[in-house]
């Protein structure tokens, strides 16, 4: 049989194993897994890892959040991701205020494929204003939108009965709910107290944000998700009180999922001591928080209380950032991590020791997959996309705004150095970065 491409000579990564084979590609797809493969078009894999392309389940890119737009448009975003080994993002969709799911969908769509270089999906955003709207939530699943978001703060913010309403009609379809998970009614009263008493600067961000308010807003959400009878994933959990929660109704029998974010295994609260507009970079919410924190939820993946780990990249220009500078609460929320995301949690993760290269390919690439219904992703096996990832455990890189991809001109993980890196990204069998350059065209992304 001939093949478009082989990778020979790799160790294969997956979820569940670990070996040696080569890899043949044909029109797209993973067409065979065997030894000594021979082909024309060949990728030598000597000393790396294969592993499946990794999925970030949870990016913001063009997005609209204020007087701003998200920096990373869906062109210099997927580079980005692609450099980074992810080859699928899922991005979102929130509805205008006389337009339709269906509508708004095909426009975010449209947008997304005339310049994403990867393949993307999309969650469909219920805010306040889709609450007439939830008999559209059927055509949206059909259409293509297997997860509904739902916030518990912001402008966003559905009341626990407009949430109950919304698992009901996502639970009709056999959709997802995904939840942003806060407090906001005490987080605004802390807010309000603390602007109020003087204090302003980004310390007081993390503590009118306490840990404890985010792990109420997951319990009360998973009480809601288990009276209606749906399951329930839980976006960007910052601190362990929280994925105590999730990982206590799992025990108890109820379908709850749970997700982490590289900031929140990275960084700490010593990021806000920074002086000037470098105190209010790296706000974003939930909230960075201490190191005790950093560590438990190390220990909760290694354990598998975890389900995926997402990027949640949603940058800002430093300019922007230092517009909302006289208060903490003005200052736009979010951080750059869609490049650095697979690589850090194999170079803090499994060289660390806190889980293995097959939780590492789990997290990043397998569960995401299945969970969001990605039939033809995460994983390698044939018949599956060709979306393969060949890296090398050994490549230092040090991060800095010169060294990634994304648009924003800073990153909160300046100067740190991550051991283990992509040397090449495949997408359905199109090589999309090797030797540090994307010949990928803006548009080849497909709607999945």
């Known amino acids: ?237 910052s601190c362990p009180e929280a994925i105590e929660r999730v990982k206590n109704a799992r025990i108890q029998g109820h379908f709850v999922t749970a997700e982490t974010c590289p900031q929140y295994l990275y960084l700490t609260d010593e990021v806000f001591e920074e002086e000037g507009v470098e105190g209010a970079l790296p706000i974003c919410s939930p909230p960075i928080r201490g190191i005790i924190d950093q560590l438990e939820l190390w220990e909760y993946l290694s354990s598998e209380s975890f389900h995926t780990i997402s990027s949640d990249h949603c940058p800002f220009t430093r300019e922007e950032k230092a517009s909302g500078l006289s208060a903490f609460n003005t200052v736009p929320g979010g951080v750059p991590s869609i490049e650095m995301r697979f690589p850090s949690i194999y170079s803090k993760g499994v060289r660390g020791g806190f889980i293995t290269e097959n939780q590492w390919v789990d997290l990043c690439c397998t569960t995401p997959a299945w969970l969001f219904g990605l039939e033809n992703k995460g994983d390698i096996q044939v018949g599956k996309d060709a979306d393969l990832v060949i890296f090398d455990p050994k490549k230092e890189k040090q991060l800095s705004e010169d060294s990634l991809h994304e648009e924003a001109g800073w990153t909160p993980y300046k100067n740190m150095k991550i051991t283990g890196w992509p040397e090449v990204t495949i997408s359905r069998g199109e090589i999309i970065v090797k030797d540090g350059q994307c010949p990928a065209e803006k548009g080849r992304g497909q709607f999945v």
């Open 1 to 237: 049989m001939s093949y478009d491409l082989i990778i020979k000579n790799g160790t294969l990564v997956t979820a569940s194993s670990t070996y040696k084979a080569d890899i043949g590609i044909t029109k797209g797809r993973i067409s065979a897994i065997a030894e000594d493969l021979k082909g024309e078009n060949v990728i030598d894999a000597t000393g790396k890892l294969v592993t499946p392309g990794a999925i970030d389940t949870h990016v913001h890119l063009e997005m609209p959040i204020g007087k701003f737009t998200s920096t990373d448009d869906f062109y210099s975003g997927t580079k980005a991701a692609a450099f980074g080994g992810t080859t699928t993002i899922i991005d979102f969709v929130e509805t205008g205020k006389n337009q339709t799911m269906i509508e708004a969908l095909n426009e975010r769509k449209a947008k997304a494929e005339s310049r994403s270089i990867i393949d993307f999906g999309l969650h469909m955003t219920i805010g306040p204003d889709d609450m007439e709207k939830l008999d559209q939530v059927q055509d949206a699943y059909n259409a293509g939108c297997r997860s509904f978001k739902i916030y518990m703060a912001y402008g966003m913010k559905l009341n626990d009965g407009q949430i109950l309403r919304a698992f009901e009609a996502i639970g009709e379809t056999g959709g997802l709910p995904i939840v942003h998970a806060e407090n906001w009614d005490a987080i605004t009263t802390l807010i309000d107290k603390n602007i109020s008493e003087g204090n302003t600067s980004p310390e007081w961000h993390t503590k009118s944000r306490p840990a404890i308010l985010e792990a109420e807003a997951v319990g009360r959400v998973i009480d809601l998700a288990t009276y209606v009878g749906v399951p329930v994933h839980i976006f960007h959990i």
